[in-house]
């Protein structure tokens, strides 16, 4: 069992920059292949970026490739999502989630994750 806790999130101006942060419990933390996922009311839930496990593999969605990085630091649990260059259109709620260790790829697909944070509130103003 992972449990995921976002932080992170808040209001910032266009071009601006924020850090999202994802706390992982559990002493199995780097066998989980990793992602963000992000998403505004009506709509679904749309990859953004996903680490491997060791950290050495990243993918990116289309619509943050060259502004957003992801990482991670399997010594702290802890998965990072840097956020450059905002624009409004980024605006929503960010997910983190793992998936099973029997899985050592990432994915950009939603359902190939099996846990899940609680989500934090990103918000770009223009």
């Known amino acids: 069992q992972v449990q995921l806790v976002e932080s992170g999130g808040g209001l910032v101006q266009a071009g601006g920059s924020l850090r999202l942060s994802c706390a992982g419990s559990?002493?199995?933390?780097?066998?989980?292949?990793m992602g963000w996922f992000r998403q505004v009311p009506g709509k679904e839930r749309a990859f953004v970026a996903a680490?491997?496990?060791?950290?050495?593999?990243?993918d990116y969605g289309d619509a943050v490739k060259g502004r957003f990085t992801c990482s991670r630091d399997n010594a702290k649990n802890t998965v990072y999502l840097q956020m450059n260059s905002l624009k409004p259109e980024d605006t929503a709620v960010y997910y983190c989630?793992?998936?099973?260790?029997?899985?050592?790829?990432?994915?950009?697909?939603?359902?190939?994750?099996?846990?899940w944070g609680q989500g934090t509130q990103v918000t770009v103003s223009s």
């Open positions: 559990g002493r199995t933390f780097s066998s989980n292949a």
């Open positions: 680490v491997s496990r060791s950290g050495a593999s990243t």
């Open positions: 989630a793992a998936r099973s260790s029997l899985y050592s790829g990432t994915s950009r697909v939603p359902t190939n994750y099996n846990y």
